[in-house]
């Protein structure tokens, strides 16, 4: 479905840059953890860092979502002081080599979100949209930062576990309207939802949820979509998530379809690509 005439206008204020979403953008991936599920470990030193993040600029990169806590399910628990000592340095790193650079924090946990700030990172991207650090929402707020907020039940240890709903569409869709309301309170302005694929979902549940991604339009927020090569489509392909690329830039035109501002993705050239067809279907309509 080709998304109606009167879109709505979204845009974010990245450290004084406004950003806009009405033409969707791309948020290349850098996990500098040890155990991601498809490139864990591949970035360990400065050099490889840089190479990478220069890689999905060039391609065609709005921002760069950098994160040094796995979040797939069953992933290892890792301290706040670990966290730190993986992710400020790195931020530093690109900023000095990059300082255009658009860097987006994914952790749940304020500390890290306000060490990363203080040396430049302009978003934090939380997969639990506060509820795994009740700190978390008052520090954005403070911070003046855009913020992702994921759906998500329990942690990423037992989340796995959690994929009981009443009702999958509402039950999500209350869950923002609350969490939205609380960011609100704490006067964080520019919010991002992200529906958590994969994160105390089923395969099925996933399918059901890209399905309905633009009953969510009503919350009259730009939605970021982070399927790239994730189980949902590796499961479904009988493959792995080092084949499933182009099952990721399927659902990507999808998500586009359906509302999505942002794709989130671990391959930037072809979710570019992706983007700049999906202009063409849509440029008259």
């Known amino acids: 479905m080709i998304p109606p005439k009167n879109k709505p206008h979204f845009s974010i204020n990245c450290k004084g840059e406004l950003i806009d979403l009405t033409t969707p953008k791309v948020m290349g991936i850098l996990n500098i953890t040890p155990d991601s599920f498809y490139d864990g470990g591949r970035f360990k030193d400065s ?12 391609e065609g990169a709005t ?28 931020v530093a790193l690109i900023l000095k080599v990059f300082p255009d650079c658009i860097i987006s924090i994914d952790s749940f946990r304020s500390r890290v979100a306000m060490e990363c700030a203080a040396v430049g ?46 009702h999958l569409i509402t039950d999500i869709y209350h869950y923002f309207s609350e969490r939205i309301q609380l960011a609100k309170e704490h006067r964080i302005t520019d919010l991002i939802l992200d529906l958590g694929f994969g994160f105390a979902k089923t395969t099925e549940q996933n399918y059901k949820l890209l399905r309905h991604m633009e009953f969510f339009s009503n919350l009259n927020l730009p939605m970021l979509t982070g399927v790239s090569r994730k189980s949902m489509i590796y499961k479904v392909l009988d493959c792995t998530a080092a084949e499933a690329l182009n099952g990721t830039t399927a659902l990507h035109m999808m998500a586009l379809a359906n509302g999505s501002k942002i794709l ?12 700049q067809l999906y202009n063409v279907l849509v440029k008259d309509n």
């Open 47 to 58: 050099k490889s860092v840089l190479d990478q993040v220069e890689k999905m600029l060039v």
């Open 264 to 275: 989130r993705v671990h391959d930037v050239k072809q979710a570019q690509e992706c983007v």
């Open 63 to 90: 921002f760069i979502d950098l994160g040094a806590y796995s979040s797939r399910p069953g992933a290892d628990f890792v301290s706040v002081d670990e966290e730190l000592k993986r992710i400020v340095p790195v």
């Open 121 to 166: 990172a302009s978003i934090c991207n939380d997969i639990s949209a506060g509820k795994l650090d009740p700190k978390m929402m008052e520090t954005v707020g403070q911070l003046k930062m855009p913020y992702i907020m994921m759906h998500m039940k329990g942690t990423p240890q037992n989340m796995h576990k959690q994929t009981d709903y009443k």
